[in-house]
């Protein structure tokens, strides 16, 4: 069982940085690929970034360039650096962990474990 809990939304203007943290609970942490998504009002939950546990990444093409996934294993730790924020940003972000890896990175439903999510939100 993994417990997952994000932190460091907030409202900040266009072209503004954040840093979201995601807090893992559970031993096997390192075995998880780790996923951020988000939510904006209306709209589908969609894959943001992923890492797996060798800290390969990958990105959505709307992020790429702008956002960076990173992850400590030693701290139970996911994080996700986001640069040149835009208004189109604004979501709630959700932390996801998935094991065994399925070959997914995108799909919602490939993702076992998913935190309660922090808003982020971004003024024009």
């Known amino acids: 069982q993994v417990q997952l809990v994000e932190s460091g939304g907030g409202l900040v203007q266009a072209g503004g940085s954040l840093r979201l943290s995601c807090a893992a609970s559970?031993?096997?942490?390192?075995?998880?690929?780790m996923g951020w998504f988000r939510q904006a009002p209306g709209k589908d939950r969609e894959f943001v970034a992923a890492?797996?546990?060798?800290?390969?990444?990958h990105y959505a093409d709307s992020v790429k360039d702008r956002f960076t996934i990173s992850r400590d294993n030693a701290k139970n730790m996911v994080y996700l650096q986001m640069n040149s924020l835009k208004p189109e940003d604004t979501a709630v972000y959700y932390c996801?962990?998935?094991?065994?890896?399925?070959?997914?990175?995108?799909?919602?439903?490939?993702?076992?474990?998913w935190g309660q999510g922090t808003q982020v939100t971004v003024s024009s």
């Open positions: 559970g031993r096997t942490f390192s075995r998880y690929v």
């Open positions: 996801a962990a998935q094991s065994p890896w399925s070959g997914d990175y995108v799909s919602t439903q490939r993702y076992n474990y």
């Open positions: 890492i797996t546990w060798r800290g390969n990444t």
